[in-house]
Protein backbone atom coordinates (compact mmCIF):
# COMPACT_ATOMS: atom_id res chain seq x y z
CA UNK A 1 0.00 0.00 0.00
CA UNK A 2 1.72 3.20 -0.93
CA UNK A 3 1.93 6.22 1.78
CA UNK A 4 -0.69 8.44 2.55
CA UNK A 5 0.59 12.20 1.42
CA UNK A 6 -1.24 14.68 3.97
CA UNK A 7 -0.47 18.16 4.08
CA UNK A 8 0.24 19.77 6.92
CA UNK A 9 -1.60 21.73 8.87
CA UNK A 10 -1.69 26.16 8.03
CA UNK A 11 0.46 27.74 11.00
CA UNK A 12 -2.53 29.99 11.02
CA UNK A 13 -4.92 27.01 11.63
CA UNK A 14 -2.81 25.51 14.39
CA UNK A 15 -2.28 28.56 16.44
CA UNK A 16 -6.06 29.48 16.00
CA UNK A 17 -6.44 25.66 17.44
CA UNK A 18 -4.06 26.43 20.34
CA UNK A 19 -6.08 29.40 21.06
CA UNK A 20 -9.84 28.29 21.08
CA UNK A 21 -8.89 24.87 23.05
CA UNK A 22 -10.67 24.99 26.27
CA UNK A 23 -8.71 25.12 29.34
CA UNK A 24 -9.24 22.30 31.41
CA UNK A 25 -7.15 20.33 33.96
CA UNK A 26 -7.81 16.54 31.96
CA UNK A 27 -7.17 18.07 28.65
CA UNK A 28 -3.50 16.32 27.16
CA UNK A 29 -2.36 17.88 24.00
CA UNK A 30 -0.19 15.56 21.53
CA UNK A 31 -0.15 14.82 17.81
CA UNK A 32 -2.33 11.69 16.13
CA UNK A 33 -0.46 10.91 12.69
CA UNK A 34 1.59 14.23 12.65
CA UNK A 35 -1.45 16.74 13.33
CA UNK A 36 -2.35 18.56 16.35
CA UNK A 37 -5.32 17.01 18.91
CA UNK A 38 -6.49 17.16 22.53
CA UNK A 39 -7.47 14.17 24.11
CA UNK A 40 -9.25 13.48 27.48
CA UNK A 41 -9.22 10.13 29.31
CA UNK A 42 -6.94 9.29 27.03
CA UNK A 43 -9.55 9.58 23.92
CA UNK A 44 -9.23 12.51 21.38
CA UNK A 45 -11.89 14.63 21.27
CA UNK A 46 -10.29 17.37 19.06
CA UNK A 47 -7.84 17.82 16.34
CA UNK A 48 -6.32 19.40 12.98
CA UNK A 49 -6.54 17.38 10.16
CA UNK A 50 -4.71 18.91 7.13
CA UNK A 51 -6.52 22.02 6.98
CA UNK A 52 -9.53 20.84 8.62
CA UNK A 53 -10.65 20.94 12.52
CA UNK A 54 -12.38 18.00 13.61
CA UNK A 55 -14.46 17.34 16.67
CA UNK A 56 -15.92 14.26 18.51
CA UNK A 57 -19.63 14.66 19.38
CA UNK A 58 -20.66 11.29 19.12
CA UNK A 59 -22.83 9.59 16.89
CA UNK A 60 -26.12 11.24 17.51
CA UNK A 61 -24.97 14.44 17.57
CA UNK A 62 -22.63 13.93 14.35
CA UNK A 63 -25.47 12.61 12.58
CA UNK A 64 -27.82 15.03 13.13
CA UNK A 65 -25.06 18.07 12.46
CA UNK A 66 -24.16 16.13 9.01
CA UNK A 67 -28.08 15.15 8.15
CA UNK A 68 -29.06 19.30 8.68
CA UNK A 69 -25.65 19.94 6.56
CA UNK A 70 -23.79 22.21 9.37
CA UNK A 71 -21.16 19.55 9.39
CA UNK A 72 -19.32 17.39 7.14
CA UNK A 73 -18.65 13.64 8.23
CA UNK A 74 -14.68 12.79 9.11
CA UNK A 75 -13.41 10.39 6.86
CA UNK A 76 -9.09 10.60 6.86
CA UNK A 77 -9.59 8.40 3.72
CA UNK A 78 -11.99 7.48 1.41
CA UNK A 79 -14.75 4.64 2.93
CA UNK A 80 -13.52 5.23 6.79
CA UNK A 81 -15.54 7.42 8.41
CA UNK A 82 -15.18 7.95 11.91
CA UNK A 83 -18.84 8.44 12.94
CA UNK A 84 -18.45 10.40 16.17
CA UNK A 85 -16.31 12.81 14.47
CA UNK A 86 -17.27 15.53 12.24
CA UNK A 87 -15.47 18.30 10.70
CA UNK A 88 -16.17 22.04 11.65
CA UNK A 89 -17.43 24.22 8.98
CA UNK A 90 -14.52 26.24 7.53
CA UNK A 91 -15.93 29.71 8.76
CA UNK A 92 -16.31 28.27 12.22
CA UNK A 93 -12.82 27.18 12.21
CA UNK A 94 -11.49 30.41 11.15
CA UNK A 95 -13.03 32.07 14.00
CA UNK A 96 -11.68 32.04 16.90
CA UNK A 97 -14.55 32.03 19.27
CA UNK A 98 -16.75 30.39 17.22
CA UNK A 99 -14.09 27.85 16.62
CA UNK A 100 -13.84 27.76 20.71
CA UNK A 101 -17.87 27.05 20.76
CA UNK A 102 -17.08 23.22 19.07
CA UNK A 103 -14.39 22.57 20.89
CA UNK A 104 -15.94 23.69 24.09
CA UNK A 105 -18.52 21.18 22.67
CA UNK A 106 -16.12 18.09 22.05
CA UNK A 107 -14.71 18.54 25.43
CA UNK A 108 -18.52 17.97 27.21
CA UNK A 109 -18.55 14.95 25.28
CA UNK A 110 -15.15 14.27 25.88
CA UNK A 111 -15.68 13.60 29.36
CA UNK A 112 -18.75 11.63 29.13
CA UNK A 113 -16.55 8.68 27.32
CA UNK A 114 -15.04 5.82 29.71
CA UNK A 115 -11.42 6.58 30.39
CA UNK A 116 -8.53 4.42 28.64
CA UNK A 117 -6.79 2.36 30.87
CA UNK A 118 -3.40 1.90 30.02
CA UNK A 119 -2.45 -1.54 27.88
CA UNK A 120 -0.26 -3.53 30.63
CA UNK A 121 3.25 -4.15 28.91
CA UNK A 122 4.16 -7.84 29.46
CA UNK A 123 7.11 -7.94 26.70
CA UNK A 124 4.92 -10.48 24.82
CA UNK A 125 3.98 -9.22 21.96
CA UNK A 126 0.59 -11.22 20.21
CA UNK A 127 -0.59 -11.32 16.83
CA UNK A 128 -4.06 -10.06 16.15
CA UNK A 129 -6.61 -12.41 16.37
CA UNK A 130 -5.02 -14.70 18.63
Not at 37 to 52: E, S
Request: charged letters at 25%; a positive charge.
Amino acid sequence: MPPIDWEKSPSELVARFDAALPEHPGIVKKPMFGYSCGFVGGNMFCGLFQDRVLVRLGRHAAGELVAAGRAEPFMPAPGRTMREYVLVPGADANDTDKLAKWLVQALAYGLTVAPKTPAAKSGVRRKRGT
